[in-house]
């Protein structure tokens, strides 16, 4: 460290492999071809909603009345103003369908970011100091695990009055619990390795070394946690809205449109069979993209 | 043996402890109780006669030590909306959801075993994808869209199954379909991955070169040892399910634990709600309890950990 020179010489060393390794690690990536089709499905979803105001062919929240329950172009009495249909109260269910992606993404980064670093905070303390923090943790794990988050969740809500806001704070504060057990196992792997002990021989401080070096580290099994989260996480708020507890209307959750177009689905399944369909592709593109993350993380774990 | 069981009790009894606090406190602190459940437009005055008839008053350390007595004691007190008391309401929709809880589980075991153990045999053969298909599909189709593709599908199209109610074995056919393909990807992979795993153990080659015939090697040998982690599985899932039966519950109306949960919900109904989460969180820590026991007789190795 003192030596610019040496330390250059070391770095460069220990750079080689760790290069040609990232490649390969990519190249396992790419050859895969579910990671590849859930990845790019996923950055189509992102697309969608970050440039819903462009596609939308109408508003999301504007009612016509003279326009209701029109379904889509592929029945007879479908029409192309309206791609998707409308709803019953006359909204184009296309604008409202790509508006959705925007409230489901949302749900799942902003949950995940709460979880993520409440999970991540106690995973990383548990699994460096050990003992006591450790126990406090399993118990805490232990506890948040054997009540339902949908019953809590529900519960909470019913109470607090729910909003979108409230429901990402509900789950975000419920879901910390895989974040805190697989960060846990990772810190106490890395937490034995030379490179930690090697600068606490140098003298750097507790915070320094977890900062420094334990969260660089295990930040591949977090973004793996957090894929798969964010996935559960959406899955909940559908579950939530559709339940009537979640987002409320007249935001064009996919959960919350299943649940207006419960009432007559005798009549037009397809306002139930679309919003349905978007969120099981999805759940589908987050879970491929995850694996496949997972896999390219531990090649062990591959069967 | 003893000492783990007794360690695992003791934590088993104090996460039950927390889950009870849990459950009264969430309640409290999230809200005026007094407030909620008098309504809108309520007057002072009978905001303040709610408080006084349901001990709201009192410091709410002493409300909870009075309730967790209560409850230790069978008394879950009485419920706002259905003006009964909660244990026997409880109890009566019990049976619902545990028929509904074990039926799923066993569908789902009677999906995941074949089909796990086939994808592991035949590995990386069509027959491991389609099993991994169903997987992911199973992973990703929101529980209560597929029930809805259910009720279209058998109730409106086929008109075989009746849509809602639970007089019947046929109203449980869908709702144990609907949570039961949800717990069957989780045992499929660990019982693909114990088969590959054990297929490839001593005892197993030994078997095949002593010439044992190959349904004896996989039924007797393997899928025996390949089993044992679905045990403590089958424990964790079946609380999940349980859990799960609110959504499924309330969609078709099957009138057991589930769905009473969401009705006192949507009712602001407290004391069933309180009774609620924690009859099913106690039912959780109890099947972990089981299953970390099971795991332990069945593996010598965890008990010394």
Known sequence: ?303 | MLGFILKRLGLALLVALAVSAIAFFLLRLTGDVAVAIAGEGARQADIELIRKTYGLDRPVVIQYLDWLWKTLNGDLGTSIYFKTNVAPLIIDKLPVTLILGLSSLALALAISIPLGVLAAIYANSWIDRVALAIAVVGQALPNFFFALILVMLFSITLRWLPVSGSQTWQHYVMPTIALGYYAAPAFMRLIRAGMIEVLSADYVRTARAKGLPAHKIIFKHALRNAVVPVVALAAVQLGFLLGGSVVIETIFALDGLGYLAYQSITYKDFPVMQAVVLLLSVVYVLLTLLADIANAWLDPRIRVA
């Open chain 1, 1 to 303: 460290m003192q030596n610019p020179e040496t330390g250059t010489a070391v770095l460069s060393v220990a750079d080689a492999p760790e290069l040609s390794e990232g490649r390969k690690l990519l190249r396992r990536f790419l050859g895969q071809k579910a990671f590849t089709l859930g990845f790019g499905l996923l950055a189509l979803f992102i697309a969608i909603a970050l440039l819903a105001p462009l596609l939308a062919p109408h508003d999301p929240y504007g009612q016509d009345l003279t326009a209701r329950n029109v379904p889509p172009f592929w029945y007879a009495k479908g029409d192309w103003v309206h791609p998707l249909g409308t709803d019953p109260l006359g909204r184009d269910y296309l604008s409202r369908l790509i508006y959705g992606a925007r409230i489901s993404l949302l749900i799942g980064i902003c949950v995940v970011i709460i979880s993520g670093v409440v999970g991540t905070t106690m995973g990383v303390l548990a699994g460096y100091f050990g003992g006591r923090i450790d126990m406090a943790m399993t118990f805490l794990v232990t506890t948040r695990l054997s009540m339902p988050v949908i019953l809590v969740a529900l519960a909470v809500v019913a109470i607090i009055g729910s909003s979108l806001w409230i429901v990402i704070l509900v789950l975000g504060l419920l879901k910390w619990d895989r974040f805190a057990v697989v960060m846990r196992s990772a810190t106490q792997q890395v937490r034995s390795l030379d490179y930690v002990a090697a600068a606490q021989a140098a003298g750097a401080s507790t915070t320094r070394i977890i900062l420094g070096e334990v969260l660089p580290n295990i930040a591949p099994h977090l973004i793996v946690v957090a894929t798969l989260e964010a996935a559960s996480a959406i899955l909940l708020e559908a579950a939530l809205s559709f339940l009537g507890l979640g987002v409320q209307p007249p935001l064009p959750s996919w959960g919350l449109m299943i649940s207006e177009a419960k009432v007559h689905m005798f009549f037009s399944f397809w306002q139930i069979a679309l919003p349905g369909s978007a969120l099981a592709l999805l759940i589908f593109a987050i879970n491929l993209a995850g694996d496949g993350l997972r896999d390219a993380i531990s090649p062990e774990g591959r069967n």
